[in-house]
């Protein structure tokens, strides 16, 4: 007897979301936090601190609403960028607390404790996220507002010269009953938009070559316009702000970003060239960058005079005693580098407690948020999702870079703070929301593509039975 069935030939194979992997994570990272916060109050008082369960619990929150979070908006994204965030806040968060413990911290004229605010920061930071991936449904709304975010971006940047300098560098704005915000941590999303949707649309044009000169192919001159634009407006921060961390950040991701749109090697060679004409010009008449200068090439000059040179120095020195292993969480020195220690210079307590190789392990962990931004843009299926993932990742990266090149003598103090891990509420808030957006690209990316719906033309399956 035989039966003849129809049955479908195509079919959807639904990818895994990977959310109980995030999860498993999310837990391991804020352990790992509890651990740190744990072992700073028995290296310094002898026992458990007492507010290690409200840190505990209140980290745990954060990492879970962000979680749960995740797994309603954002089914599908990639589960590593939440984990590797929050463990670098959570452990931000002991070091902070470490420095405030600090007798030698306290006694500044300066000091005010910024565990507590950091906390409350990194809350804010974490409803931001919540924000972006509720409202931002597609992150391709975001192409509409290609010159609006041009428009914001510029005003953030040019709005703190109306204000007064801040140890020499005019990157803060005060609001009344908030206190300070550094709007340049924020423009460098706005601004990646813009970026975006522009060489999406201009990619074609800045690919052409009109000559081949020494290997390397020249673009022609009028495509050399937007550049230049970017390149002046770089050099205008630097010399109205004289914030050299900013200006690197803002013209290197617009480098950064060119090349992946055109592939030619040769926006790299003239962004780099630019990159230190613009430099060495300012270098020459700003005293705030000479200084800075001064203090990389000979740190140990200006010891005794409590400025940038001997901050370095003492920096230098809080890496060199930290040999492989560190000193121990609360153990070190690298309080003695004054005001900036749990901001700026925060990564010479790393280095000094946790030694070499907990350097390399936070490193890594920066390294392994910018792979898995990098690994986002390869997978995104449109063109300005590519840009924006690469750009958010080349920004973040850049950031990394300056930061611990300026701390550890490779390049000049720059005044910029590591992501995550220093004291600040700009920071946090605008490193939370490009998490956000990264993730939200991942999602879109990594979404399976949905099934056909049957079809009445199926193929006949002949099903013979005894």
Do not use: C
Not at 32 to 57: D, K, Q, R, T
Not at 192 to 219: E, I, N
């Amino acid at each position: 007897m035989s039966v003849v069935t129809n049955t479908t030939t195509i079919g959807a194979i639904d990818a895994p979301s990977r959310r109980n992997t995030e999860l498993a994570l999310v837990v391991f990272a804020v352990a790992i936090s509890v651990f740190a916060y744990a072992n700073v109050g028995l290296a310094l008082n002898g026992e458990l601190p007492s507010g290690m369960l409200g840190y505990g619990a209140g980290l745990a929150l954060l990492g879970g609403v962000a979680h749960l979070v995740v797994r309603r908006f954002a089914k599908y994204a990639d589960p590593l960028l939440l984990p590797l965030a929050t463990l670098l806040n959570g452990l931000g968060l002991a070091l902070i607390w470490r420095l405030d413990q600090s007798e030698r911290f306290q006694a500044l004229d300066t000091f005010v404790p910024a565990a507590s605010k950091q906390l409350l920061f990194s809350a804010i930071g974490v409803a931001t996220l919540v924000a972006v991936l509720a409202i931002l449904k597609d992150h391709r709304i975001l192409q509409r507002y290609t010159y609006i975010s041009m428009v914001v971006a510029l005003f953030l940047l040019i709005l703190p010269m109306f204000f007064p300098a801040v140890n020499g560098a005019k990157i803060w704005i005060k609001i009344p009953g908030f206190g300070t915000l550094q709007p340049g941590e924020f423009a460098k999303i706005i601004i990646t938009v813009f970026f975006s949707g522009y060489l999406m649309v201009k990619r074609d044009a800045l690919a052409l070559a009109s000559r081949r000169f020494m290997g390397l192919y020249l673009p022609r001159g009028r495509d050399l316009g937007p550049i230049l634009a970017i390149w002046a407006m770089s050099i205008l921060i630097l010399v109205f702000e004289t914030d050299l961390g900013t200006s690197l950040l803002f013209f290197g991701m617009f480098v950064v970003m060119l090349y992946v749109a055109t592939e030619r090697t040769s926006w790299i060679v003239f962004g780099l060239l630019m990159s230190a004409v613009g430099a060495v010009s300012v270098a020459t008449f700003e005293p705030h960058v000479q200084e800075r200068i001064t203090a990389w090439l000979d740190p140990f000059a200006g010891w005794g005079k409590l400025n940038a040179s001997e901050q370095m120095a003492k920096s230098l020195m809080a890496f060199g005693s930290g040999g492989t292993l560190g000193t121990g969480l609360g153990q070190g020195n690298s309080d003695l580098i004054g005001f900036a220690a749990n901001s700026d210079f925060i990564l010479a307590t790393v280095g000094e407690e946790l030694g070499l190789a907990g350097m390399m392990a936070v490193l890594l962990v920066y390294g392994l948020i910018v792979e898995r931004g990098v690994r986002t843009a390869l997978a995104a299926r449109d063109p300005f999702g590519k840009l924006l993932a690469i750009g958010l990742s080349g920004s973040f990266a850049i950031q990394v870079f300056v930061v611990a090149g300026g701390v550890m003598g490779l390049i000049p103090l720059t005044g910029m703070t590591m992501p995550f891990l220093a004291a600040g509420g700009s920071s946090v808030l605008a490193n939370w929301a490009l998490i956000a957006i990264l993730i939200r690209i991942s999602d879109t990316a990594r979404r399976p593509a949905p099934a056909p719906s049957p079809s009445t033309d199926a193929e006949m399956t002949q099903v013979v039975r005894p």
